[in-house]
């Protein structure tokens, strides 16, 4: 199955919101509500920040936040830090026996 | 506390074979499915395939069929990626992860770095 689609990079400047977007297909993220966000800074295991579309695990700011909208999925960070420059991946669940596709991740830089 | 605890770092010679390890704790192994991701140097997250401890169903995604083979041993709580003939292009880090609510990966292991060159 191909990947999901993100831009190769987004920036923006303390304070500011950016987004991100993830685009697929009606078999993975058009068709369920089953898109997740990580974020990786380098050398770094990828963490979760966003589950099901919208759903923050415990411990993660509420800076972050997911939305969907057809085929596209969008992350939002409000508020930018210093700390948020880091790579971005969104996934999600696919009607392919393989279960998971990812995107091709966002590398954020705050300016 | 949920752990999955990887191998260390490897240094192959291309044409070798490796096998490389995700020790899982703190929940029902048997219960939730585990996933290896291949991250390139400098490159992107890549899904390589899934497996259930439970029954050992695997799944490949198709740039891997044929190419590595997921193992899981129940009594050691462990699941396994394995190569029977390495390629420099195999040179990665290789993370698991548990697949758990949402479809999302919410606990990665700390990752395994393979490096293979002559």
């Known amino acids: 199955q191909s990947a999901l689609t993100q831009p190769a990079s987004v920036s923006g400047s303390p304070g500011q919101s950016i987004t991100i977007s993830c685009t697929g297909t009606?078999?993975?993220?058009?068709?369920?509500?089953?898109v997740s966000w990580y974020q990786q800074h380098p050398g770094k295991a990828p963490k979760l920040m966003i589950y099901?579309?919208?759903n923050r695990p415990s411990g993660v700011s509420n800076r972050f936040s997911g939305s969907k909208s057809g085929n596209t999925a969008s992350l939002t960070i409000s508020g930018l830090l210093a700390e948020d420059e880091a790579d971005y991946y969104c996934?999600?669940?696919?009607?392919?026996?393989?279960?998971?596709?990812f995107g091709g991740g966002t590398k954020l830089t705050v300016l | 506390e949920v752990q999955l605890v990887q191998s260390g770092a490897e240094v192959k010679k291309p044409g070798e074979s490796l096998k490389i390890s995700c020790k899982g704790s703190?929940?029902?192994?048997?219960?939730?499915?585990i996933g290896w991701v291949r991250q390139l140097p400098g490159k992107g997250l890549e899904w390589m395939g899934i497996?259930?401890?439970?029954?050992?169903?695997?799944r490949y995604s198709p740039s891997f069929q044929g190419q590595v083979t997921i193992s899981a041993d129940k009594s050691f709580t462990t699941t396994y990626l394995q190569w029977s003939s390495l390629k420099a292009s195999d040179t990665a880090m290789y993370y698991c992860?548990?697949?758990?609510?949402?479809?999302?990966?919410?606990?990665w292991g700390q990752g395994s770095l393979v490096t293979v060159s002559s």
């Open positions: 992860a548990r697949l758990g609510g949402g479809n999302s990966l919410g606990y």
């Open positions: 703190g929940y029902s192994f048997t219960s939730y499915w």
């Open positions: 497996i259930y401890p439970g029954d050992s169903d695997t």
């Open positions: 009606s078999s993975d993220v058009g068709g369920y509500n089953y």
């Open positions: 099901g579309v919208s």
């Open positions: 996934s999600s669940y696919t009607s392919s026996s393989t279960l998971v596709v």
